[in-house]
């Protein structure tokens, strides 16, 4: 297979915050984009996969195959354990572009907000800091108290760009979908990469 010049490789992680569907329509979407997929799970991720999306968890690889058919044959998506510190996306010479959290946890987020990286989901986050690589992080709690928002503080003065699952409704969304979309969409904008996953404010079909 010919390697397009402006296939990159992108680094997902899902965490064990509320969400995982974000997680799921965020690969779909780079995919869809022509970009390469390194996706990372935590455990606490894979338990609310199986509560959020009804997920047979047991056979991890087997179910993200059963969800992304014929992606993980072709090499545009791997998964890695998250147990897994050697593996590719744990270094900083192997080149990827950036890398995405959606959903982040308060835990994860609390773990790379103080270099702790004990883990392949918080050493590839630690990674992207140390090479001044993107880093884009959703959280998802409520309330949020005054660690996560300090927490976050200190991401986003590293540049990590924090973009909390916030739904928006200008653009009229009908559907969980719609709403998914759109905070992909929001996701996409940052790295960038074109999308037509939600109306923009503005747009001529817009109506308001
Ligand atoms: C169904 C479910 C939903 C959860 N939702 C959240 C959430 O929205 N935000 C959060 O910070 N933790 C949430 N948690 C708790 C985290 O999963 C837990 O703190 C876990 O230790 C995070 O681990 P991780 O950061 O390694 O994924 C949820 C747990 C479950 C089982």
Known sequence: MVEL????????????ASGALYGLQLIRSLIEADQDVHLVVTEAGWRVLKEEQGWETSKRQQAIDAAF??????????????????????????RVEGMIIMPCSMGTLASIAHGISDDLMTRAADVMLKEGRKLLIVPRETPLHAIHLENMLTLAKLGVKIIPAMPAFYYGPQTIHDMVN?????????????????????DEQHGV
């Open 69 to 94: 058919p014929g992606l993980v044959e072709s090499g545009r998506l791997k998964l890695h354990p998250n147990a897994d510190i050697g593996a590719s996306i744990a270094s900083g010479s192997f």
């Open 182 to 202: 759109f905070l992909v969409g929001k996701v996409l904008d940052q790295l960038p990469l074109d999308h037509d996953l939600y109306r923009r404010w503005g």
């Open 5 to 16: 010049a402006s296939r990159k490789r992108w680094v997902v992680g899902i965490t064990g």
